[in-house]
C-alpha cells in the first residue's frame, strides 16, 4: 500500500471512532460543531500513533482510542487558534472555520468539549491495562497544556508584541511546544501501547515536529492558499519571525531536510518495520497543506 492510500486508511478509521463518539452524545448545536471542526484533515498525528503500535507489534483495533484521542485534541487546538482572539481565521481545510459557521461562543464550547473528549477517549480498556491507560493521560496532560501546546502558543501570542522578534533558539523552543509536543505525544503512544521503552520513537518525532513547523513555514510564503485550504502569507503581514525569515527559504528547505534524515536515523533499530514511519516523515516535507 502507498503512504497516501495508507495515511487515507487511517484517517478513515480515525473518524469512525470520532463518528461513534459523537453519536453518543446530544443533538446539540455544539456537537455538530465538534464533528465539523475534528473532520476532515491529514490525521498524521493519529496515523504517528497507529502506525508506532503497529511497528512495535500491536493491532489498529488497539490503539484506535488513542489516535482518535489525539485527533480531538488536536481538533481542539484549532478551534481555538482560529478565534478571533487568536489568530482570527476565517478558513480551516478549505471550509468557514467553527466561529465563523456558528459563533464565537459555539466555538469555544466546541473545543473545550473536544479537549474532553480527547481524555474520555482515552479511558477505553481496549487500550489496556490502567497503568497504560494512565500513562497516555499523563502524557497527553504534558503535551497540550502548559508545559506543552499552550505553553508554545502563550510565547506565539506574546512574540506578537514583543519589543524584538524572536530568535531562532527562541523559535524552535515556542514551536517545540506549539507543535512539536502534540506530535512526540502521538508518537509515543505506540511505544507506551507496547510497553516499550520510548526514547527512540520520542527522538524521532522530536525531528519530525521540528521538520514539520519549518515546511508550514516554507508553505506560508511559498503555498497555494487553495490547497492549503486556509489563509497564507499571515506571518509575514504581521511581522513575526519565522525559520524562513531568519534562515532564509533555501536554508530553510535545507534544515527541513536535515531534520527529516535525523528522524529517520533514530528509527534504524526497528529495521524495515520502520519504513510507513520513515515514509511519513518524507510527505511531512513534501506536502502541499
Known amino acids: 500500500m502507498s503512504f497516501p492510500a495508507l495515511l487515507a486508511a487511517d484517517a ?27 473532520a476532515g484533515g491529514k490525521r498524521l498525528r493519529g496515523f504517528l500513533t497507529l502506525e508506532s503500535a503497529r511497528m512495535l507489534g500491536l493491532r489498529s483495533e ?3 482510542p488513542a489516535a482518535a484521542s489525539v485527533e480531538a485534541l488536536h481538533a481542539y487546538s484549532l478551534v481555538h487558534d482560529d478565534l478571533p482572539a487568536m489568530d482570527n481565521d476565517a478558513l480551516r481545510r478549505g471550509l468557514p472555520t467553527v466561529h465563523v459557521k456558528w459563533d464565537e461562543a459555539t466555538a469555544i ?6 479537549q474532553t473528549l480527547a481524555f474520555d477517549l482515552l479511558t477505553d480498556p481496549a487500550l489496556g491495562s490502567a497503568e497504560t491507560r494512565l500513562a497516555l493521560v499523563a ?76 515546511a508550514d513555514d ?22 513575526k519571525a519565522t525559520f524562513v525569515s531568519l534562515l532564509g527559504l533555501d536554508a ?17 533499530p526497528y529495521g524495515a518495520s520502520a519504513q510507513n514511519l520513515i515514509d511519513c516523515a518524507r510527505f511531512v516535507i513534501a506536502r502541499e497543506s
Do not use: W
Open 62 to 64: 488497539t490503539a484506535i
Open 252 to 268: 530553510a528547505r535545507a534544515r527541513a531536510i536535515s531534520l527529516i534524515t535525523e528522524a529517520c536515523d533514530h528509527l534504524a
Open 12 to 38: 478513515a478509521l480515525i473518524q469512525a471512532r470520532l463518528d461513534a463518539a459523537f453519536a453518543t452524545l446530544p443533538d446539540q448545536a455544539v456537537i455538530h460543531a465538534m464533528a465539523y471542526a475534528s
Open 139 to 214: 502524557g497527553l496532560a504534558k503535551a497540550s497544556g502548559a508545559q506543552g501546546m499552550v505553553l508554545g502558543q502563550a510565547l506565539d501570542i506574546a512574540a506578537e508584541s514583543a519589543a524584538t522578534p524572536l530568535n531562532l533558539d527562541q523559535i524552535t523552543h515556542l514551536q517545540a511546544g506549539k507543535t512539536g509536543a502534540l506530535i512526540c505525544h502521538a508518537a509515543e503512544s505506540g511505544a507506551i501501547l507496547a510497553g516499550e521503552n520510548p526514547a527512540a520513537l520520542r527522538a524521532y518525532a522530536t525531528a519530525l515536529g521540528l521538520a514539520f513547523q519549518i
Open 218 to 239: 516554507i508553505l506560508d510564503v511559498t503555498g497555494d492558499a487553495q490547497k492549503a485550504g486556509k489563509r497564507l502569507q499571515k506571518d509575514a503581514a504581521a511581522s
Open 109 to 114: 464550547l466546541a473545543g473545550d468539549a473536544l
